[in-house]
């Protein structure tokens, strides 16, 4: 698979070490109310040192956006969290990578300034919940959107 120029020098560049089990507080199942519909993320816990997610929006009782993510491992001892945006039946999807830039046992915030939008994406815990902030620029103007997540009980 043939990589951007663009990502692979943002991949190139350093990231911080760390310890996929500190992200352990991301597995579960999340939902919080957006665009007139709901966000539904899942996240499975660590093992092999990868986590896996997706996420999707539903309004008016159908699908109306899909995401894929992998965090996994770099050769230097960092982490990239892997972005697939949109329903794989909708064409062909390149994941985008993310960096690892800061992480403990109550956050971690992703980076890749090489993306226009979202160029940093953070989870945080919450006492409630958890909260994801995406940030970037779309058209020139910086943008973000937060989701404050609470668990989804069975």
């Known amino acids: 698979m043939s990589v951007p ?8 560049q350093e990231g911080i070490t760390a310890d996929i089990r500190e992200m352990a507080w991301l597995q579960g199942s999340w939902i919080c109310e957006v665009w007139d519909g709901a966000w539904h993320e899942a996240w499975s816990g660590p093992s092999g040192n990868t986590m896996q997610g997706h996420g999707k929006h539903i309004r008016d009782g159908s699908t109306a956006f899909m995401e894929y993510m992998s965090i996994e491992p770099t050769a230097d001892g960092g982490l990239n ?7 794989p039946s909708k064409g062909r999807k390149m994941g985008v990578p993310f960096r690892l830039v800061k992480s403990n046992e109550e956050e971690c ?4 300034p090489a993306n226009e939008f979202p160029s940093t ?5 919450t006492a409630d919940g958890m909260l994801c902030r995406i940030a970037g620029r779309r058209g020139g103007q910086e943008e973000s959107t937060g989701f404050n997540f609470r668990p989804l009980k069975d």
């Not at 994406?121 to 815990?125: A, G, L, T």
Request: hydrophobic share 60%; aromatic share 16%.
């Open 5 to 12: 120029t663009g990502i692979r020098h943002y991949m190139a």
């Open 81 to 87: 969290l892997w972005m697939l945006l949109g329903a």
């Open 109 to 112: 915030v992703w980076a890749n």
């Open 121 to 125: 994406i953070v989870y945080r815990k």
